[in-house]
């Protein structure tokens, strides 16, 4: 089958096959109506006209065709498209009888769809042939006779799209009455609700479905002519909301009412008040001699309209800070300047602080202005307002006193009266006096604001000079900071002093002396380097850095105190030991092994990857003070002979006055300086070897003492590892 194409009002059909002719068909029994004939190619599509009285049909043969649909159109095919032709009028009564033509419900379909496009008429009414019914529309809904399904449900389908549009219209606004047959649940719930929050409808009648009941409004409430859960409970909830706008309602007349009774109270006040004003005046008149006292407070109270005292009121100010004061600023921070660890922050706070104050000294020099100029202006206006006849404040408050004795018998007519005379009362008032004590007092004053100006250029320069002072620090820091990363001074030239020596020695003809000559020279360079990195930052060290910042000082050189301390003990050769680090402890160390000694605590300890070998003497008595000493006497007098080990680092702890201790730190056995310069050279990282074992050092002592660490504990040096493989023997290099 190529094409198919029905007729406008569906009674028949027409299609296309893949041969050369054209089939007309009944739709509802399906039997073939006739066969069209006449193209010379395979069928490709055929098409109803509007009117649905001509059928095109299109070819293969590249020809299109225009056929009868069919041989005659029936009176009531005529008179059903001429109804569905053109809108329906509202007042429109029709009545159609098919005579005896064939009608189908697709008939009465057709005419009930243009009705709803177009818009419902008065009365309509229809005779159906098959099945035999009748059909019609009351109150705008469908009914009729058969008990046909298919007619029974297009009917169904008819009323439900007209409670569609009834409710559409009511909820809109369009109607004011509801009337609904078979409506649904939903729908019913929709109206109710609509009804509870607009105006009530003139009409409310809405029959349901399923289940089956009738809804109406009486007296403002909803009822039903059955019981039904669902429809019970929107009743239900619907009244509560009608009840409760109908208290509402009831609620703003009231309140309404009220509003009345209370102007109309008002009003009637007004006029007693005025009949008291008036007769009030006509007791105080001179004529009646009454109340002079209260006829004279009145003129002083006429006399006193518009004073300024009257309006004028103390200015109030917003609270200011606390003031820091500028020598108690310069104290702090001369004392923040002594403590490196605090001195950022205590300098930052105090400049905070200073501009803190500096605003509220602004701020209570703003406020002293315009306390003089509020003073300065009362004073002024009331010296030109008031007159010469004004009695003292003394006389006044007689005055008031008197009148207020000769009103007192008349309760009635008392506070009219005391009206009369009311500015004379607001006159005397305390909260009046004060505002005129604070007036003069404000005038003697004056408005000389210097010592807060003095104080204000005082906190400026302290915090601009806090400002360039916190960038020094922050240059001391990086000073530090920059050292630090260098490595020690006073370890650097010692280094140094030693690859001098090995260049020294090995510039003379010796045997393998080129390749350890090349490397102490490349160590020797590198050193220098770094040493002339060292001097390049110790020359940003400017006097007046020092001064502010003086850590600065120490930092290339042991601190005096540690020297005094030393010489006291007796230890005057690690005094001349320029490996000697104060910076340092035995905590930093790693201990790889501990080896039992009679005079000392001997261990092989690690650092940075570096293996070392360590000496521990306890300092709490002569001898072992000596013991110390000795030994580090041997390292300074044979510093450069091969058979003492390479002294690194040289530490002490002197923080416990009983148990003070010093640990000499030096290398581990090693080969001659050429492979030592070279291994120090390339520095690969290395491990506790196994070699270096306790028995691989010349310095055996008894073990004594255990090094703490604290802060001043000082230590010693780096250890190159020895090597497993050498048979000969080993040799300490310095």
């Given at each position: 089958m190529r094409s198919i194409a029905f007729s406008p009002d569906g009674r028949t059909l027409v299609s296309g096959p893949l041969n050369k002719t054209i089939k007309q068909w009944y739709v509802a029994t399906g039997a073939l109506i006739r066969t069209i004939s006449g193209h010379d190619g395979k069928m490709m599509g055929v098409a109803f006209s509007r009117d649905g009285t001509t059928i095109v049909s299109g070819s293969s043969d590249t020809t299109a065709k225009v056929w009868s649909a069919l041989p005659r159109t029936t009176q009531f095919q005529a008179t059903v498209n001429q109804l569905c032709s053109s809108p329906v009028a509202p007042d429109a009564d029709i009545a159609i009888d098919p005579g005896d033509s064939e009608v189908l419900p697709c008939d009465i379909a057709r005419i009930i769809l243009h009705f709803l496009a177009t818009g419902l008429p008065r009365s309509f009414t229809m005779t159906l042939a098959r099945p035999a019914a009748r059909v019609w529309l009351e109150n705008k809904f469908a009914k009729t006779d058969s008990d046909d399904e298919g007619l029974a449900k297009l009917i169904k389908l008819y009323i439900a799209c007209i409670c569609d549009q009834n409710v559409a219209d009511f909820c809109s606004g369009a109607v004011s009455n509801v009337f609904l047959v078979d409506a649904t649940i939903d729908q019913l719930k929709q109206v109710v609700t609509h009804v509870t929050s607009n105006a009530v409808p003139s009409s409310f009648t809405v029959t349901t479905a399923d289940p089956a009941t009738t809804v109406t409004l009486t007296d403002g409430l909803f009822s039903a002519d059955r019981h039904a859960l669902e429809v019970d409970a929107i009743l239900s909830d619907g009244n509560c909301r009608m009840l409760q706008t109908a208290m509402a309602e009831q609620e703003s007349r009231a309140e309404q009412n009220m509003e009345l009774l209370r102007a109309e109270l008002s009003h009637a006040r007004s006029e007693v008040a005025d009949l008291k004003a008036t007769l009030a005046s006509f007791c105080a008149s001179p004529q009646t001699g009454r109340f002079t006292e209260a006829s004279r407070a009145a003129d002083i109270s006429a006399m006193l309209e518009g004073h300024p005292l009257l309006s004028a009121a103390i200015p109030t100010h917003d609270g200011v800070g606390p003031i820091p004061s500028p020598a108690g600023l310069i104290s702090r921070l001369g004392h923040a300047r002594r403590q490196p660890e605090t001195r950022v922050a205590e300098y930052k706070a105090a400049i905070a602080q200073a501009r803190a104050g500096v605003e509220a000294l602004e701020t209570t020099i703003a406020a002293v202005s315009a306390d003089y100029q509020a003073a300065s202006s009362i004073i002024d206006s009331a010296a030109a307002f008031e007159p010469e006849s004004l009695p003292s404040l003394d006389e006044m408050a007689r005055v008031l006193e008197v009148a207020d004795n000769e009103v007192v018998g008349f309760p009635t007519l008392a506070p009219e009266l005391q009206a009369r005379y009311a500015t004379l009362r607001a006159f005397l008032q305390p909260a009046v006096r004060e505002t005129w004590q604070w007036t003069l007092v404000q005038k003697e004053l004056g408005d000389d604001t210097s010592a807060e100006e003095r104080t204000i250029r005082q906190l400026t320069g302290l915090a601009a000079e806090a400002e360039v002072r916190l960038a020094g620090f922050a240059e001391a820091d990086a000073i530090t900071v920059q050292l630090q990363t260098l490595g020690d001074n006073q370890h650097l030239k010692s280094s140094m002093t030693s690859l001098k020596e090995?260049?020294?020695?090995?510039?003379?003809?010796?045997?393998?002396?080129?390749?350890?000559?090349?490397?102490?020279?490349?160590?020797?360079?590198?050193?220098?380097?770094?040493?002339?990195?060292?001097?390049?930052?110790?020359?940003?060290?400017?006097?007046?850095?020092?001064?502010?910042?003086?850590?600065?000082?120490?930092?290339?050189?042991?601190?005096?105190?540690?020297?005094?301390?030393?010489?006291?003990?007796?230890?005057?050769?690690?005094?001349?030991?320029?490996?000697?680090?104060?910076?340092?402890?035995?905590?930093?160390?790693?201990?790889?092994?501990?080896?039992?000694e009679n005079r000392a605590l001997c261990q092989i300890v690690a650092r940075d990857g570096q293996i070392y070998f360590a000496k521990t003497f306890k300092l709490d008595s002569a001898h072992q003070r000596k013991l110390c000493d000795r030994e580090a006497g041997i390292l300074s007098r044979m510093a450069h002979s091969p058979a003492v080990p390479r002294l690194h680092f040289v530490l002490l702890d002197l923080s416990d006055p009983e148990r003070k201790t010093g640990a000499i730190v030096k290398g581990a056995p090693r080969a001659p300086p050429a492979r030592r310069l070279s291994q120090l050279a390339r520095q690969p990282a290395q491990t506790a070897p196994t070699a270096c074992s306790p028995r691989s050092t010349t310095c055996t002592a008894r073990a004594s003492a255990t090094a703490t660490s604290s802060p001043r504990t000082s230590c010693c040096a780096r250890a190159t590892p020895c090597s497993s493989t050498s048979r000969r023997p080993r040799t300490w290099t310095p």
């Open positions: 090995t260049v020294e020695f090995y510039s003379r003809p010796r045997k393998n002396g080129a390749a350890i000559l090349k490397d102490a020279a490349d160590d020797l360079e590198n050193a220098n380097a770094t040493l002339a990195k060292m001097v390049a930052v110790l020359a940003r060290r400017t006097p007046q850095l020092v001064r502010l910042c003086p850590e600065l000082e120490a930092l290339t050189a042991p601190s005096a105190s540690l020297f005094a301390e030393l010489h006291e003990m007796g230890l005057a050769h690690l005094m001349d030991l320029p490996e000697m680090r104060a910076d340092l402890s035995l905590s930093d160390f790693a201990v790889e092994s501990t080896v039992s």
